[in-house]
Protein backbone atom coordinates (compact mmCIF):
# COMPACT_ATOMS: atom_id res chain seq x y z
CA UNK A 1 0.00 0.00 0.00
CA UNK A 2 1.19 3.45 -1.48
CA UNK A 3 0.09 6.34 0.89
CA UNK A 4 0.81 9.91 -0.30
CA UNK A 5 1.55 12.50 2.42
CA UNK A 6 -1.72 15.16 2.43
CA UNK A 7 0.60 17.76 2.72
CA UNK A 8 2.61 19.28 -0.39
CA UNK A 9 5.99 18.81 0.15
CA UNK A 10 6.83 22.24 1.24
CA UNK A 11 4.68 22.33 3.43
CA UNK A 12 5.58 19.33 5.22
CA UNK A 13 9.01 20.95 5.35
CA UNK A 14 8.05 23.73 6.64
CA UNK A 15 6.17 22.31 9.63
CA UNK A 16 9.16 19.86 10.26
CA UNK A 17 12.07 22.27 9.98
CA UNK A 18 9.95 24.48 12.67
CA UNK A 19 9.31 21.23 14.83
CA UNK A 20 6.10 23.17 16.31
CA UNK A 21 2.33 23.81 15.59
CA UNK A 22 1.60 26.46 18.58
CA UNK A 23 -2.43 26.06 18.81
CA UNK A 24 -4.51 29.16 19.33
CA UNK A 25 -7.47 29.79 20.42
CA UNK A 26 -7.99 33.62 20.12
CA UNK A 27 -10.70 35.52 21.04
CA UNK A 28 -10.01 39.33 19.04
CA UNK A 29 -8.96 39.46 15.50
CA UNK A 30 -6.77 42.83 17.02
CA UNK A 31 -4.46 40.29 18.13
CA UNK A 32 -4.30 38.17 15.25
CA UNK A 33 -1.00 40.31 14.00
CA UNK A 34 0.88 40.83 17.28
CA UNK A 35 0.43 37.13 17.80
CA UNK A 36 1.85 35.60 14.90
CA UNK A 37 5.00 38.66 15.06
CA UNK A 38 5.50 37.41 18.64
CA UNK A 39 5.68 33.92 17.73
CA UNK A 40 8.03 34.58 14.52
CA UNK A 41 9.85 36.71 16.81
CA UNK A 42 10.28 33.45 18.87
CA UNK A 43 11.22 31.49 15.53
CA UNK A 44 8.17 30.08 15.24
CA UNK A 45 6.48 30.31 11.98
CA UNK A 46 3.67 27.47 11.76
CA UNK A 47 0.03 28.27 13.74
CA UNK A 48 -3.07 26.55 13.73
CA UNK A 49 -6.39 28.32 14.68
CA UNK A 50 -9.04 26.74 16.26
CA UNK A 51 -12.43 27.42 15.08
CA UNK A 52 -13.42 27.18 18.81
CA UNK A 53 -14.31 31.17 18.43
CA UNK A 54 -15.98 33.05 15.57
CA UNK A 55 -12.94 35.28 14.85
CA UNK A 56 -10.81 32.19 14.03
CA UNK A 57 -10.91 32.76 10.36
CA UNK A 58 -11.01 36.56 10.39
CA UNK A 59 -8.05 36.42 12.61
CA UNK A 60 -6.46 34.54 9.64
CA UNK A 61 -7.26 36.66 6.91
CA UNK A 62 -5.38 39.59 8.50
CA UNK A 63 -1.95 36.99 9.52
CA UNK A 64 -2.33 36.35 5.68
CA UNK A 65 -2.73 39.95 4.78
CA UNK A 66 -0.22 41.40 7.14
CA UNK A 67 2.39 38.27 8.31
CA UNK A 68 2.74 36.36 4.89
CA UNK A 69 5.61 34.78 6.10
CA UNK A 70 3.37 32.81 9.21
CA UNK A 71 2.10 29.57 8.06
CA UNK A 72 -1.34 29.74 9.28
CA UNK A 73 -3.77 26.85 9.04
CA UNK A 74 -7.10 26.19 10.99
CA UNK A 75 -7.91 23.74 13.52
CA UNK A 76 -11.25 21.96 15.53
CA UNK A 77 -12.90 21.88 11.86
CA UNK A 78 -15.91 19.64 12.29
CA UNK A 79 -17.86 20.25 8.92
CA UNK A 80 -17.48 19.87 5.85
CA UNK A 81 -19.04 23.13 5.40
CA UNK A 82 -16.23 24.59 7.56
CA UNK A 83 -14.08 23.01 5.26
CA UNK A 84 -15.10 25.39 2.77
CA UNK A 85 -14.80 27.81 4.72
CA UNK A 86 -11.08 27.52 6.17
CA UNK A 87 -10.40 26.46 2.18
CA UNK A 88 -11.74 29.47 1.05
CA UNK A 89 -10.32 31.64 3.38
CA UNK A 90 -6.36 30.48 1.83
CA UNK A 91 -5.82 28.10 5.18
CA UNK A 92 -2.28 26.91 4.92
CA UNK A 93 -3.62 23.62 6.34
CA UNK A 94 -6.65 22.37 8.48
CA UNK A 95 -6.98 19.54 11.31
CA UNK A 96 -9.28 18.72 13.51
CA UNK A 97 -9.43 16.48 16.91
CA UNK A 98 -11.58 13.45 15.41
CA UNK A 99 -11.72 11.54 11.78
CA UNK A 100 -14.76 12.73 10.26
CA UNK A 101 -15.13 10.99 7.26
CA UNK A 102 -17.26 13.84 5.33
CA UNK A 103 -14.49 16.21 6.49
CA UNK A 104 -12.10 14.25 5.62
CA UNK A 105 -13.37 13.53 1.84
CA UNK A 106 -14.19 17.59 1.54
CA UNK A 107 -10.90 18.30 2.27
CA UNK A 108 -9.56 16.42 -0.17
CA UNK A 109 -12.28 16.99 -2.69
CA UNK A 110 -10.97 21.16 -2.28
CA UNK A 111 -7.36 20.08 -2.29
CA UNK A 112 -6.82 21.33 1.49
CA UNK A 113 -3.93 19.70 3.38
CA UNK A 114 -5.62 17.88 6.15
CA UNK A 115 -4.55 16.10 9.02
CA UNK A 116 -7.66 14.52 10.71
CA UNK A 117 -7.24 13.00 14.55
CA UNK A 118 -6.54 9.87 15.71
CA UNK A 119 -6.45 8.10 19.13
CA UNK A 120 -6.70 4.08 18.72
CA UNK A 121 -6.17 1.36 15.61
CA UNK A 122 -8.97 1.58 14.22
CA UNK A 123 -9.30 5.11 13.50
CA UNK A 124 -5.61 4.97 12.25
CA UNK A 125 -7.12 2.26 9.55
CA UNK A 126 -9.74 4.46 8.90
CA UNK A 127 -7.57 7.20 7.92
CA UNK A 128 -5.59 4.84 6.48
CA UNK A 129 -8.55 3.70 4.41
CA UNK A 130 -9.28 7.35 3.50
CA UNK A 131 -5.77 7.53 2.05
CA UNK A 132 -4.32 9.31 4.99
CA UNK A 133 -0.08 9.39 5.71
CA UNK A 134 -0.12 12.34 7.69
CA UNK A 135 -2.48 12.00 11.38
CA UNK A 136 -2.64 14.33 14.23
CA UNK A 137 -2.36 12.17 17.39
CA UNK A 138 -5.03 13.22 19.98
CA UNK A 139 -5.13 13.95 22.86
CA UNK A 140 -1.49 12.85 23.39
CA UNK A 141 -0.29 12.67 26.93
CA UNK A 142 -3.78 11.54 28.57
CA UNK A 143 -3.82 8.62 26.08
CA UNK A 144 -0.43 7.17 26.59
CA UNK A 145 2.15 9.36 25.52
CA UNK A 146 5.28 8.52 23.67
CA UNK A 147 4.45 4.89 24.95
CA UNK A 148 1.29 4.51 23.78
CA UNK A 149 1.96 5.98 20.32
CA UNK A 150 5.33 3.69 19.89
CA UNK A 151 2.96 0.45 20.61
CA UNK A 152 0.31 2.06 18.16
CA UNK A 153 2.37 2.74 15.19
CA UNK A 154 4.26 -0.56 15.21
CA UNK A 155 1.59 -2.67 13.22
CA UNK A 156 1.62 0.20 10.85
CA UNK A 157 5.52 0.72 10.71
CA UNK A 158 5.71 -0.41 6.70
CA UNK A 159 2.88 2.54 5.98
CA UNK A 160 4.93 4.97 6.56
CA UNK A 161 2.59 6.90 8.82
CA UNK A 162 3.36 10.41 10.65
CA UNK A 163 2.08 11.74 13.53
CA UNK A 164 1.66 15.17 15.00
CA UNK A 165 1.29 14.55 18.39
CA UNK A 166 -0.79 17.16 20.48
CA UNK A 167 -2.69 17.22 23.67
CA UNK A 168 -1.55 17.68 27.15
CA UNK A 169 2.28 18.64 25.62
CA UNK A 170 4.62 21.10 27.41
CA UNK A 171 7.98 22.61 28.15
CA UNK A 172 8.59 19.08 29.78
CA UNK A 173 7.84 16.59 27.51
CA UNK A 174 7.85 17.92 23.97
CA UNK A 175 11.08 17.22 22.74
CA UNK A 176 10.55 13.42 23.55
CA UNK A 177 7.94 13.29 20.96
CA UNK A 178 10.25 14.47 18.48
CA UNK A 179 12.56 11.86 18.90
CA UNK A 180 10.31 9.55 17.35
CA UNK A 181 11.30 9.07 13.81
CA UNK A 182 7.52 9.06 12.88
CA UNK A 183 6.78 12.02 14.56
CA UNK A 184 8.25 14.93 12.20
CA UNK A 185 6.28 18.00 14.74
CA UNK A 186 4.20 18.32 17.72
CA UNK A 187 1.68 21.26 18.88
CA UNK A 188 0.44 22.84 21.78
CA UNK A 189 -1.01 25.72 23.56
CA UNK A 190 1.39 25.97 25.91
CA UNK A 191 3.31 28.21 24.07
CA UNK A 192 0.61 31.05 23.44
CA UNK A 193 -2.07 30.24 26.37
CA UNK A 194 -5.26 31.80 25.61
CA UNK A 195 -5.20 33.51 28.95
CA UNK A 196 -1.55 35.03 27.25
CA UNK A 197 -3.62 35.96 24.37
CA UNK A 198 -6.22 37.53 26.49
CA UNK A 199 -3.76 39.85 28.15
CA UNK A 200 -1.51 41.03 25.15
CA UNK A 201 1.43 39.40 26.80
CA UNK A 202 3.41 39.27 23.52
CA UNK A 203 6.87 39.14 25.03
CA UNK A 204 5.93 36.11 26.98
CA UNK A 205 4.22 34.29 24.11
CA UNK A 206 7.72 35.33 22.62
CA UNK A 207 10.33 33.78 25.01
CA UNK A 208 7.99 31.03 25.34
CA UNK A 209 8.90 30.30 21.13
CA UNK A 210 12.39 31.12 21.59
CA UNK A 211 12.54 28.66 24.40
CA UNK A 212 11.19 25.95 22.59
CA UNK A 213 12.88 26.34 19.82
CA UNK A 214 15.80 26.27 21.70
CA UNK A 215 15.52 22.99 23.41
CA UNK A 216 14.87 21.63 19.57
CA UNK A 217 18.06 23.04 18.36
CA UNK A 218 19.96 21.29 21.24
CA UNK A 219 18.92 18.11 20.59
CA UNK A 220 20.18 16.43 17.12
CA UNK A 221 17.11 14.91 15.53
CA UNK A 222 17.83 12.61 12.65
CA UNK A 223 15.58 13.27 9.18
CA UNK A 224 12.32 12.27 10.55
CA UNK A 225 10.78 12.08 6.51
O1 LIG B 1 -9.08 21.38 18.05
C1 LIG B 1 -8.08 21.04 17.40
O2 LIG B 1 -8.10 20.86 16.17
C2 LIG B 1 -6.86 20.87 18.10
O3 LIG B 1 -5.82 21.00 17.48
C3 LIG B 1 -6.88 20.56 19.53
C4 LIG B 1 -5.53 20.87 20.12
O4 LIG B 1 -4.62 20.01 19.57
C5 LIG B 1 -5.45 20.74 21.57
O5 LIG B 1 -6.48 21.45 22.18
C6 LIG B 1 -4.15 21.21 22.08
O6 LIG B 1 -4.06 20.75 23.36
P1 LIG B 1 -3.26 21.51 24.50
O7 LIG B 1 -1.92 21.86 23.97
O8 LIG B 1 -3.25 20.52 25.60
O9 LIG B 1 -4.08 22.74 24.80
Known amino acids: MQLRSQFPLKLFEQI ?4 IIAVLVIDEVRHAVPLAKALLDGGINVMELTLRTPVALEALQAIRREVPEMVAGIGTILTPAQV ?4 QVGAAFGVAPGLNR ?8 LDLPFAPGIATPSEVEAAVELGCRDLKFFPAEP ?3 VAYLSSLNAPYAHLGLRYIPLGGLNFENFISYLSLPFVPAVGGSWI ?11 EVITSNATESRRLIDAQN ?5
Open 143 to 145: TGG
Open 192 to 202: APRKAIQDEQW
Open 102 to 109: RVMQQSQA
Open 16 to 19: QSCG
Open 84 to 87: DQVA
Open 221 to 225: FGDAT
